[in-house]
């Protein structure tokens, strides 16, 4: 899920006096209305989307936008509307890194946040937790900016529940892998003593709409890790590494043993399948 926009240091363009003096002093503002327009923008997509103004929210992007899994605008748009409906307590926020703009288009680096509390029963309470690195395109259309295309450079995702809140969970994969290819995920964490772990970690494609996970558990091996090679997929659509955890007691009691689920939850990873460099790129990033 995909929002916003911050901060932009305008004194690199200012620093050297004899291009200041050089310059005309409306090409300056202009430029500074162009960066403050492109924050109001995103951080109008942050304010929209915490109020789960949909109409609004969708209004920001332009109606060629196409991300970087491939979602169009129609798609993007049935998306949100079902996590809105699904879970409308989220809570997003935003950092920004780097704006960069250039005429009639701005690239935009930022790190968004996600945050929900999501109680599974009353006798057990879950949250949400995820945050993300992104790239954000916009381009000047008719005078207004618009999020054309988008990209997640990295994601993390956490829904926990119960004791499973408390347990310092890593899970880890390239962020970034060929088409074809062999790599491995790693889910490695610490059950409460006393305590019964199962796991296990699949990888599915990011597409639309979800298909569910094929889980296959295990119980949590004595050093605490989990492994799985994976193959990425040949399409070139990229993937996510979903870890499922479950933590069970045993209560012993007139010879009948009695367990009891005392946490749960997800930990969820991006790995971006990207085809290999041709000659002219890799001659491009040794320059």
Same mark, same amino acid.
Request: proline residues 4%; aromatic residues 10%.
């Given at each position: ?42 951080n109008?997509?942050?304010?929209y @989307? !915490?109020?789960t ?9 332009? =109606?060629?936008?196409?991300?970087? /899994?491939?979602? /169009? ?8 509307? #079902? ?18 703009v250039?005429d ?7 790190? #968004?946040?996600?945050?929900? !509390?999501?109680? @599974? ?7 949400? !937790?995820?945050?993300s690195?992104?790239?954000y ?9 618009? +999020? ?19 347990? /310092?969970i890593?899970?880890?994969?390239? &962020? ?7 790599y491995?995920? =790693?889910? #490695?964490? &610490? ?14 494609? +990011?597409?639309?709409?979800q ?12 050093d *605490? ?7 990425? *997929?040949?399409d ?5 590494? %979903? @870890? ?7 209560? %012993? ?15 969820? =990873?991006r790995?971006? %399948?990207?085809?290999?460099? =041709? ?5 491009? #990033?040794?320059?």
């Amino acid at each position: 899920m995909k929002k916003l926009l911050l901060v932009f240091i305008l004194s690199t363009f200012l620093t050297p006096c004899s291009m200041a003096e050089s310059s005309p002093k409306f090409s300056l503002g202009i430029f500074h209305n162009d960066t403050r327009a492109i924050k109001s923008v995103l951080n109008s997509q942050v304010r929209y @989307a !915490n109020r789960t103004n949909f109409n609004k929210f969708i209004a920001t992007y332009d =109606t060629n936008y196409k991300n970087s /899994d491939g979602f /169009d605008l129609e798609t993007y748009s049935k998306l949100v509307k #079902e996590i809105w409906e699904s879970y409308d307590k989220i809570k997003y926020g935003i950092k920004i890194k780097d704006v960069t703009v250039n005429d009639d288009t701005a690239t935009v680096s930022v790190i #968004e946040t996600s945050f929900a !509390n999501m109680p @599974a029963s009353a006798h057990m309470d879950g949250v949400l !937790n995820s945050e993300s690195d992104s790239i954000y395109n916009l381009k000047k259309i008719d005078g207004k900016w618009k +999020v054309v295309s988008d990209s997640v450079v990295s994601e993390k995702t956490s829904m926990l529940y119960g004791e499973a809140r408390n347990l /310092d969970i890593k899970l880890t994969a390239p &962020e970034e892998i060929q088409p074809n290819k062999e790599y491995t995920a =790693t889910l #490695e964490f &610490e059950p409460p003593k006393d305590t019964i772990a199962i796991a296990s970690i699949a990888n599915d494609k +990011v597409e639309y709409p979800q298909k569910p996970t094929k889980e296959v558990f295990r119980k949590l091996p004595e050093d *605490n890790i989990l492994e799985r090679l994976f193959v990425s *997929n040949s399409d070139n659509v990229n993937e996510y590494i %979903v @870890a499922s955890i479950g933590l069970t007691k045993a209560d %012993v009691s007139d010879l009948s043993i009695k367990l009891s689920l005392t946490g749960f939850g997800y930990q969820i =990873t991006r790995v971006n %399948v990207v085809p290999p460099k =041709t000659n002219e790129e890799k001659n491009d #990033e040794s320059k």
